[in-house]
């Protein structure tokens, strides 16, 4: 496997481009990601009952269609809690783009986030659709554009893109993400699209993407809110020219293997550019017994906002650690445990079976100073682990979501 | 009932003491509450799985004694992860306590709170067990002591009682609680003392106290992280003279009518002196179609951090309510929710069958200005109603908790 340069247009035969079309602020608000031929689709949606627009559309689209042709996204307004105007104006973007790219609306899904209970600017969407599809392109540069334009408090665009062999082919995964607040979540991740050229079955495709981001996107957290318009989507479109996949054979672990770099790459991103996060934060749980108690003890520490804090003060307050394991809903014996922390500036052992270690309090504070940390804890009840990505609790995510309306 | 003076002293036959130890800071950080005859005992404790010395200790003898005679509190030191030396330390706390009383350690009931993975300074705790006894007084100022000694970043120290009265008899309840920080309380508080004069059974004050922490001390949260010390203990010493309540009749309803005016006054304290809180933020749910629903929806909306940032900035931001109210767990109809916002300054409808109304932001952000809000949620499913209380999240909370070691 090669990491490569680009997003969305990495994969052959796919477009993309990112527009200003004036929804909310001054800059680019308006995505657009298309392939040349139909390409096979799959998600995963958010679980809150309080669901988008877009996210209805797309599960809809998704179940009823083999394939599609692009995913058109915006961001600045959610279109969630818009009610049967919502739904309108989401059909009349997807429609608007069906139009501009000669294509028929069912092969367009859709992604909005921004202010949730806001209606959608449709004359500004309609418009943006035209300019989108005027400014389509191959280039990777067009994949960057379409990863800003998805932007809303985050710091930075999220990108990452694989290429894997599979037969004597070529295949490559590449994705774009954004993420920064009202994420944890729950089967799929605020915005994500991810474009590969392989060939694979529908089934196969959305099962690969189904189990993927339980160990990626479903192990992140900022905030703990789970969003209303979570979507990640995938599409698949054959140009490698491989052989379909379609049984679970090696070539099959091959592209999982590949998705899943993408996509933890893009978790981890989402994670570290959290609102106001100084750093990312990983946690670690190793000698689990099931993978199920990895995950809830692992998904516990770093959603903690006492933890967090803590991080953010380049804190060693392991007390809280255990704390947020202990009430995970996980069994575990906390006599047992044993916990680490470590980062670019080295490793060090905090606890031994409960109990904190003579450890330098110095050397602590100059492994949680650094820009990625982690913690690792072993309960020592078998050979289980898991890995959750968080970042610290700062001044800035108050500052950010005091007044992000206005 | 009428509200009075006082708190844990304020029924017949109890002293207190609330003094300056040296273990931590230079401010009161030992308390002692004394049955003058032995009381009949009563509690809940935290359902974390990291359970604290004292509360291990107390779990037990609660368990095997019919009564109970003191409750010995220190804050600065929580004695959790501290293993077996902490169960000694804690032992020898009950003890100290007990010579100088003169009466058997396993009727002292102990608390700590403070930071986690320290040991209890045994020799300070033992000189502070005999400048206890000395100072046990009856009086409201020696109940006030020992609310202000138990105090860790709270800023006020909060005390509550009531009088009500059974048969001819005037009956006395009255309490102590501290919290602030690791607040979310799952079947009790971080620390809570209740005193009553009171002549019932041990096993109808076991459940009147495990019924009404559902409803008050289990709906508050200040930060979603469930200590590993919360401890809530009653005592009552039948000094009113009623005849003993052995069944639940209406003189039991009467005590838990009492019992619940002074629990809820003290879980509202709590929430509304959550670490760095500037406001108290109150959700009440109505039109549930079962109690459990209605307390799933109030409190994932008071533990969202998107929802107390938003409090925090007077933002009257109600999709961030429904979409914390989505992810809940809780089933409900988001097209036909209503949601209104409540304080001293007004009472504004934000939504109506799931859809913003053409409300004034000007006039929503003056109600958000009041230092008590409130969220009323209607989701027209059925008759069923809860309350939960929390507190917005503002720079102090990360700014305490960055450095709460230091």
Known sequence: MDIIKGGVTAAKGFKAAGVYAGIKRKRKDMALVYSVVPAKSAGTFTTNIVKAAPVKWDMK?????????????????????????????NYKMAEAVAVNLDIATNTVLTCSTGV???????????????????????????????????????????????????????????????????????????????????????????????????????????????????????????????KEITEKNKDYDTFCEGLKAVTANLSKKMAADGEGATKLFETVVIGAESKEQAVSLSKSVITSNLVKTAVFGNDANWGRILCAMGYSGADFDPDKVDLYIESSEGKLKLVENGMATQYSEEYATKILSAKEVRAIADVKMGNETATAWGCDLTFDYVKINADYRS
Chains 1, 2 share one sequence.
């Open 116 to 242: 949730i209970g806001k209606q959608l600017p449709i004359d500004v969407i309609i418009e943006g659709a035209k300019l989108l599809a005027e400014n389509m392109e191959e280039s990777l540069d067009a994949g960057a554009a379409a990863a800003e334009a998805i932007m809303t408090t985050d710091t930075y665009s999220k990108e990452y893109a694989v290429a894997i062999r599979i037969e004597d082919k070529i295949i490559t995964i590449g994705g774009m993400s954004k993420g920064s607040g009202m994420i944890h979540p729950n089967m799929a991740t605020m915005l994500g699209v991810v474009t590969t050229d392989i060939a694979i079955s529908k089934e196969l495709l959305q099962e690969a993407i189904s189990n993927n981001v339980k160990e990626t996107f479903n192990m992140i957290s900022v905030d703990r809110d789970t969003s209303t318009n979570d979507s990640l989507i995938i599409l698949a479109n054959g140009l490698a020219g491989n």
């Open 61 to 89: 689209m998704i179940k009823e269609n083999e394939t599609a042709v692009a995913v058109v996204l915006n961001s600045g307004v959610a279109n969630a809690c818009t009610g049967e105007e919502g739904e309108i104006n």
